[in-house]
Protein backbone atom coordinates (compact mmCIF):
# COMPACT_ATOMS: atom_id res chain seq x y z
CA UNK A 1 0.00 0.00 0.00
CA UNK A 2 1.68 3.54 -1.26
CA UNK A 3 0.63 6.55 0.24
CA UNK A 4 2.00 10.18 0.12
CA UNK A 5 1.76 12.00 3.42
CA UNK A 6 1.65 15.96 3.00
CA UNK A 7 3.01 18.30 5.67
CA UNK A 8 3.69 21.95 6.07
CA UNK A 9 0.53 23.95 4.67
CA UNK A 10 -0.49 27.18 7.02
CA UNK A 11 -1.23 30.80 7.59
CA UNK A 12 1.02 32.75 6.10
CA UNK A 13 0.60 37.09 4.83
CA UNK A 14 1.59 38.14 1.22
CA UNK A 15 5.24 38.19 0.71
CA UNK A 16 6.03 35.23 3.23
CA UNK A 17 6.87 31.82 2.65
CA UNK A 18 5.84 28.33 3.38
CA UNK A 19 7.82 25.32 2.40
CA UNK A 20 5.34 21.88 1.92
CA UNK A 21 7.03 18.17 1.84
CA UNK A 22 5.61 15.08 0.71
CA UNK A 23 6.79 11.56 1.41
CA UNK A 24 6.00 8.58 -0.30
CA UNK A 25 5.55 5.56 1.98
CA UNK A 26 4.98 1.51 1.79
CA UNK A 27 6.57 -0.46 -0.78
CA UNK A 28 8.03 1.70 -3.30
CA UNK A 29 9.74 0.15 -6.74
CA UNK A 30 10.40 3.28 -8.15
CA UNK A 31 9.00 6.86 -8.47
CA UNK A 32 9.11 8.69 -11.90
CA UNK A 33 7.47 11.71 -11.58
CA UNK A 34 6.35 13.65 -8.36
CA UNK A 35 4.60 17.00 -8.22
CA UNK A 36 2.36 19.37 -6.62
CA UNK A 37 -1.13 20.66 -7.52
CA UNK A 38 -3.53 22.77 -5.94
CA UNK A 39 -7.14 23.84 -6.22
CA UNK A 40 -8.42 27.38 -5.17
CA UNK A 41 -12.06 27.00 -4.01
CA UNK A 42 -14.91 26.93 -7.37
CA UNK A 43 -11.18 26.41 -9.90
CA UNK A 44 -10.51 23.11 -11.39
CA UNK A 45 -7.00 21.83 -9.75
CA UNK A 46 -3.66 23.29 -11.66
CA UNK A 47 -0.20 22.02 -11.75
CA UNK A 48 2.18 24.26 -9.84
CA UNK A 49 5.27 21.98 -10.15
CA UNK A 50 6.79 19.37 -11.36
CA UNK A 51 9.83 16.81 -11.50
CA UNK A 52 10.69 13.94 -13.94
CA UNK A 53 13.96 11.50 -12.39
CA UNK A 54 15.90 13.67 -10.34
CA UNK A 55 16.15 17.25 -13.13
CA UNK A 56 13.56 17.66 -15.24
CA UNK A 57 11.96 20.69 -13.59
CA UNK A 58 8.51 22.28 -14.60
CA UNK A 59 6.43 25.45 -13.42
CA UNK A 60 3.25 27.24 -13.97
CA UNK A 61 3.81 30.17 -15.23
CA UNK A 62 1.78 31.72 -12.36
CA UNK A 63 4.78 30.69 -9.62
CA UNK A 64 7.90 30.48 -11.68
CA UNK A 65 11.03 32.56 -10.10
CA UNK A 66 8.51 32.03 -6.78
CA UNK A 67 8.66 28.54 -6.46
CA UNK A 68 11.19 25.94 -6.39
CA UNK A 69 10.62 22.17 -6.38
CA UNK A 70 13.24 19.94 -5.16
CA UNK A 71 13.03 16.03 -4.50
CA UNK A 72 14.97 14.08 -2.30
CA UNK A 73 15.18 10.22 -4.05
CA UNK A 74 16.99 8.84 -0.72
CA UNK A 75 14.11 9.16 1.09
CA UNK A 76 11.20 9.46 -1.60
CA UNK A 77 10.48 13.03 -0.49
CA UNK A 78 9.47 15.74 -2.52
CA UNK A 79 9.46 19.74 -1.20
CA UNK A 80 8.04 22.81 -2.60
CA UNK A 81 9.41 26.31 -1.62
CA UNK A 82 7.08 28.57 -2.05
CA UNK A 83 8.41 32.71 -1.45
CA UNK A 84 6.57 35.92 -2.35
CA UNK A 85 3.02 34.19 -1.46
CA UNK A 86 0.38 36.67 -2.52
CA UNK A 87 -3.54 36.14 -2.03
CA UNK A 88 -4.00 34.55 -5.52
CA UNK A 89 -1.62 31.37 -3.66
CA UNK A 90 -4.63 30.19 -1.58
CA UNK A 91 -5.19 26.68 -2.19
CA UNK A 92 -5.66 23.02 -1.33
CA UNK A 93 -2.09 21.89 -2.20
CA UNK A 94 -1.97 18.40 -2.86
CA UNK A 95 1.36 16.14 -3.93
CA UNK A 96 0.75 13.69 -6.80
CA UNK A 97 3.49 11.10 -8.05
CA UNK A 98 3.82 8.34 -10.31
CA UNK A 99 4.88 5.22 -8.50
CA UNK A 100 5.62 2.17 -9.75
CA UNK A 101 4.99 -0.17 -5.96
CA UNK A 102 7.00 -3.59 -5.02
CA UNK A 103 4.07 -6.79 -5.75
CA UNK A 104 4.84 -9.81 -4.93
CA UNK A 105 9.03 -8.99 -4.78
CA UNK A 106 8.70 -7.49 -8.21
CA UNK A 107 7.93 -4.24 -10.41
CA UNK A 108 4.21 -3.55 -9.83
CA UNK A 109 2.41 -1.66 -12.45
CA UNK A 110 2.54 2.12 -12.92
CA UNK A 111 -0.18 3.88 -10.79
CA UNK A 112 -0.45 7.76 -10.14
CA UNK A 113 -0.95 8.59 -6.41
CA UNK A 114 -2.24 11.80 -4.70
CA UNK A 115 -1.97 12.65 -1.07
CA UNK A 116 -4.78 14.28 0.99
CA UNK A 117 -4.25 17.74 0.44
CA UNK A 118 -2.95 20.63 2.60
CA UNK A 119 -4.32 24.06 3.05
CA UNK A 120 -2.17 27.28 2.11
CA UNK A 121 -4.01 30.65 3.17
CA UNK A 122 -2.20 33.78 2.23
CA UNK A 123 -3.83 36.85 3.55
CA UNK A 124 -3.44 40.22 2.20
Known amino acids: QVQLVESGGGLVQAGGSLRLSCAARGNIFSISVMAWYRQAPGRQRELVAS???????NYADSVKGRVAISKDNAKDMVYLEMNRLKPEDTAVYYC??????????????????WGQGTQVTVTS
Open 96 to 113: YADINPVENGNLGQLNNY
Open 51 to 57: VTGSTRL
